[in-house]
């Protein structure tokens, strides 16, 4: 169980002065939390640090704050005005409420209902720049896809909501797309384009239809949640063409995005259109399934006559990948450097082999990289401290200088100490908390005179995003 308190000092105050406080747990997180009186749950959970989706921003317009009472329930007044309004409309059982709305008068104990992988991506998602690129001529694979009858859930759902549950597709299909090697080049209403191939890549045909099929299986499994949270049908279709096209950013200052021009977008958007009379889910051209025919698996195949055209075309329906091309597409995932949630990733290594409390140093081309098992999980960091950039920690099998310090262990708590002029920075944020405290008056220090001053260069740690996916740990490289 992990207990919070906001600001413990504060919450301690507050009880000496007589300020009555409830205690809030949060399942499945096990944490703990103290509420103030009058104050809204998810005032007090973001207070502790719990992240909780507030897609309207907590004024009762969307239900993705909703939580499950499992405890407490006599401690929880009865709904009013909004909220009851809002639980009206979307039939709510007693024991759902809404966070935002909800101000216990004693202790609760309750279930974040808006909660899986995705939610942390959504609610943390980064501006990010493209690389510029004036516009050249490139074979790429264009992807497209659009929400089944997305007019009715615009009706049907709340406006808040709606955008929730756009946001989590968007952000779902980009993690896959990227992971795929693709870019995301548009999305406009339920519409998302991608590209594949950009960069050059020769298997961007391939890339290409898995990222559909894997998005299409992420939408099977999110249609319960789908239909449970919003009582709506959740269906996309995807379209997909293989050709030249004139490649580039396009955008006004500061909003540019890698887009491509010319007939075969076109064509890729009309092929995605034409699975609403063919009743399909994933079409694709001709040229792009000659490219990949001895991959992938056939369903079915049709002639039709694309809006706009004079001429009819076929089109191929693909069911899947065969087994030794899914092979291929796992093995070019685990290898080098992949994209997740907008950020470049490569993979380190199965997280069973650093244990807790224990370290490795990984070698890149311009720098080495700590990745460390903490208490709170796994956290990497650039192997250099800030102020000089000498190494933490030497490389395996590195001859060491006998006048080199030694090494200083990592503390669980993720208080890492400089062995050179011993600041103490935290690898969780790269804050510092102590600073050079062997400094002499004039900043250099006995051991290393001849560096000089190094007490104004207060620059804090630069920690790197990591994860753990199927076992591996991976370090972002952006």
Wanted: charged share 25%; proline share 4%.
């Amino acid at each position: 169980m992990v207990s919070f308190c906001g600001s413990a000092s504060a919450c301690r105050m507050k009880r000496r002065e007589g300020i009555r406080m409830s205690r809030l747990e949060s399942r499945p997180d096990n944490v703990s939390f103290d509420c103030e009186d009058g104050e809204s749950v998810l005032s007090a959970a973001l207070r502790a640090g719990l992240p909780m989706a507030n897609a309207c921003g907590g004024i009762a317009k969307c239900s993705t704050c909703r939580i499950w009472i499992l405890n407490g329930g006599e401690n929880c007044p009865e709904r009013e005005g909004a909220e009851s309004d809002l639980a009206g409309k979307l039939g709510f059982a007693a024991r759902i409420r809404l966070a935002c709305q909800l101000r216990p008068s004693g202790d609760v104990t309750f279930r974040r209902l808006v909660l899986d992988e995705m939610d942390a991506v959504v609610a943390s998602q980064l501006y990010r720049k493209q690389p510029s690129q004036t516009g050249e001529l490139k074979k790429v694979a264009v992807f497209f896809s659009d929400i089944v009858d997305f007019t009715g859930h615009c009706e049907e759902i709340t406006p808040y909501d709606l955008m929730f549950l756009l946001n989590r597709y968007f952000a779902q299909a980009g993690e896959i797309i990227e992971a795929n090697g693709g870019h995301v080049s548009l999305c406009i209403g339920d519409g998302m384009m991608a590209l594949f191939g950009a960069d050059g890549d020769k298997d961007a045909p391939l890339c290409a239809v898995n990222a559909a099929l894997e998005t299409l299986e992420w939408i099977d499994r999110a249609k319960p949640f789908v239909s449970t949270m919003f009582n709506a049908d959740l269906e996309i279709r995807i379209g997909l063409h293989y050709g030249e096209a004139i490649v580039g950013t396009v955008g006004c200052p500061g909003a540019e995005r890698l887009t491509a021009v010319g007939p075969v977008v076109n064509l890729a958007s009309r092929i995605e259109e034409a699975n609403k009379e063919a009743g399909t889910r994933l079409l694709v051209s001709k040229p792009l399934f000659d490219l990949v025919r001895d991959k992938v698996i056939e369903k079915d195949f049709l002639r039709v006559r694309l809006r706009g055209a004079s001429e009819r075309i076929t089109l191929y329906e693909i069911g899947g990948l065969t087994e030794e091309a899914a092979r291929e597409v796992s093995v070019r995932k685990l290898n080098g450097a992949s994209r997740y949630a907008g950020r470049h990733w490569r993979r380190i290594g199965p997280a069973a082999e650093i244990p807790p409390g224990g370290k490795r140093i990984v070698e890149f081309d311009d720098c080495d990289i700590v990745v460390f098992h903490s208490d709170e999980g796994y956290f990497a960091f650039n192997n250099a401290c800030p102020h000089l950039k000498l190494p933490f920690f030497d490389r395996a099998g590195e001859t060491v200088h006998p006048l080199r310090p030694p090494e200083i262990a990592i503390k669980r708590d993720g208080r890492l100490h400089c062995r050179w002029h011993h600041a103490c920075f935290d690898i969780r944020s790269g804050a510092i908390l102590n600073w050079c405290t062997n400094l002499r008056a004039d900043g250099t220090t006995a051991e290393h005179e001849e560096i000089g001053d190094v007490s104004k260069n207060r620059t804090p740690l630069q920690p790197l995003a990591c994860r753990v996916q199927d076992g591996d740990v991976w370090v972002s490289v952006d």
